[in-house]
């Protein structure tokens, strides 16, 4: 079974230049998550997808990201502009969405943001 | 706010020697606790607990899960050099298994 893709794997852009990264989850999992892991902490959740629906996203910096998720299956993630606290791992991860509260989430690989 | 800890930050070991790795929270709705193993990349998953006092084990790596302390444990014996990594920790929390991460604890071992 394939896992969780992403790409980029890197990024280097400079601070108010726009980025975008995908996501593309295990197949047939109905939900899908975005977190930012600065370096250091553990991973914190920006927004989460129930097929193309969002389910939480009150952690997500509206201002300048946004997601989508339009077929239920891979979803982007974009910053627009970019500030030099951005720069962090972002990663993407899936799970089945068919038991409700005990659901394993598998991650992607991640890409690695630098914003200078 | 949901609040996961974790405990030590960082730990150095021989290869061999047995470690202790804690995790404590403090959730609204808790559902489950799952550890992770993150190296260079991805985390990947090593355990979910959801009932008190039900140890989970593979290989050398073990887990318990106390819901009336609010902590969990996980257990690494005999260990080697491939185990060096960052452990964390996740309480997932509602229907919507929303996943709060503590900070991880870095190990090392060492030959």
């Known amino acids: 079974e394939a896992g969780v893709a992403q790409s980029p794997r890197y990024k280097i852009i400079e601070k108010r230049q726009s980025v975008a990264f995908w996501c593309n989850p295990i197949?047939?999992?109905?939900?899908l998550y975005w977190y930012q892991q600065i370096l250091g902490q553990g991973p914190k959740l920006l927004i989460q997808f129930q097929n193309n629906g969002v389910v939480d996203d009150s952690q997500l910096p509206k201002d300048r990201f946004s997601a989508e998720r339009l077929k239920g299956v891979d979803s982007t993630l974009k910053i627009q502009p970019a500030k030099l606290e951005d720069s962090a791992v972002y990663l993407c991860a899936s799970s089945s969405g068919i038991v409700a509260g005990t659901d394993t989430q598998y991650f992607g690989p991640g890409t690695r943001l630098t914003v200078l | 706010e949901d609040k996961v800890v974790q405990s030590p930050l960082s730990l150095v070991v021989h290869e061999g020697d047995t470690v202790t790795l804690n995790c404590s929270y403090e959730v609204t709705n808790f559902r489950s606790l799952l550890w992770y193993k993150q190296e260079k990349k991805a985390p990947t998953f090593l355990f979910m607990l959801?009932?008190?006092?039900i140890e989970k084990k593979s290989g050398r790596l073990s887990s318990i899960l106390d819901k009336k302390e609010l902590f969990s444990i996980l257990n690494i014996t005999a260990t080697q050099t491939g185990d060096s990594a960052i452990y964390l920790c996740a309480v997932s929390t509602g229907t919507a298994s929303k996943l709060t991460f503590g900070t991880g604890t870095r190990l090392q071992v060492t030959l």
């Open positions: 959801t009932s008190s006092g």
């Open positions: 197949s047939g999992h109905a939900t």
